[in-house]
């Protein structure tokens, strides 16, 4: 069953990678404006760097210093590679981690684009990634810790604590729920792939990273309106796919991803721990 969800995600997302580059515009950048980032952060990036997929602002929350290594797991098209990579400068790398090719291969044209020297992405999933231990500084992820199997998502935070140096940070954004999800909502893949269906409750996700040896766990809710992926291009371009969480892929869904509220069942997070 998780081999099939990759695959299913790996779909989803590499078709919203090959759209972003036939030139189809939306409302991206007030979906990003929502979730924290500002109209400085979005003029430094190539056109379609921002494909409306966030959750949050990782780079905006993690503190990152010049000089340092930051790993950005499910980094899609590079928006936050990008914004880490200004941040450490030439001293330090951002790296970013991805499955779908079709992301990674844009992602890698739009670091090009930028003409950044230290940035890079690497071809993987989050469970498994080649680098060495205790080789980072800081691990960001934005919106994507959700889309993992629940049988494989503690494999992602001790992942996270391997590849952390001693008192390493996390710094996540993603789609926690608030309450325990129904059947209705957990068995639908159209809302699995938007965000909704895979995310874990608010003390799960404490205790993955406890379970991991994170200390100083802080999670809060950004009482962001996820109801604002309602209007992305990806919910109105006829495909029946929202953005990140706007569902989708099914198009007799749709109309039931319309009517649900997000917001009850859902929330926008900023997750940070350190490594012991």
């Not at 995600?9 to 030139?23: E, F, H, K, L, M």
């Not at 996270?160 to 926690?176: E, N, T």
């Not at 993955?208 to 109105?236: H, M, P, W």
Request: some cysteine; aromatic content about 6%; hydrophobic content about 40%.
């Amino acid at each position: 069953m998780s081999g099939d969800t990759y695959n299913l995600v790996q779909s989803r997302y590499g078709d919203i990678a090959n759209r972003s580059t036939a030139g189809l515009r939306g409302k991206e950048e007030d979906i990003a404006r929502a979730f924290g980032y500002s109209a400085e952060d979005l003029s430094m990036l190539p056109e379609q760097t921002n494909l409306g997929l966030s959750c949050g602002n990782p780079v905006g929350f993690a503190n990152v210093k010049e000089g340092e290594t930051v790993l950005d797991l499910g980094s899609g098209s590079g928006l936050d590679v990008l914004l880490a990579a200004r941040k450490v400068g030439p001293r330090g790398q951002a790296i970013g981690v991805d499955m779908t090719k079709s992301m990674i291969e844009l992602a890698e044209k739009n670091i090009q684009k930028a003409g950044l020297s230290n940035a890079r992405i690497i071809d993987a999933k989050i469970t498994s990634i080649p680098l060495p231990d205790a080789s980072v500084d800081c691990i960001i992820s934005n919106c994507v810790i959700n889309l993992v199997p629940a049988v494989d998502k503690p494999a992602v935070f001790r992942e996270i604590a391997r590849l952390l140096k001693p008192g390493g940070r996390v710094a996540v954004s993603d789609i926690l729920a608030r309450k325990p999800l129904p059947d209705h909502i957990t068995k639908d893949m159209a809302l699995y792939v938007g965000c909704v269906a895979g995310a874990s409750l608010v003390e799960k996700y404490e205790e993955y990273l406890g379970q991991a040896g994170f200390e100083d766990v802080l999670i809060v809710d950004t009482k962001s309106d996820l109801n604002v992926y309602k209007e992305s291009s990806n919910l109105s371009q006829g495909s029946g796919c929202g953005s990140c969480c706007g569902g989708g892929c099914a198009t007799e869904t749709a109309s039931a991803i319309t009517d649900l509220d997000f917001n009850e069942w859902v929330g926008s997070f900023q997750i940070c721990a350190l490594k012991a």
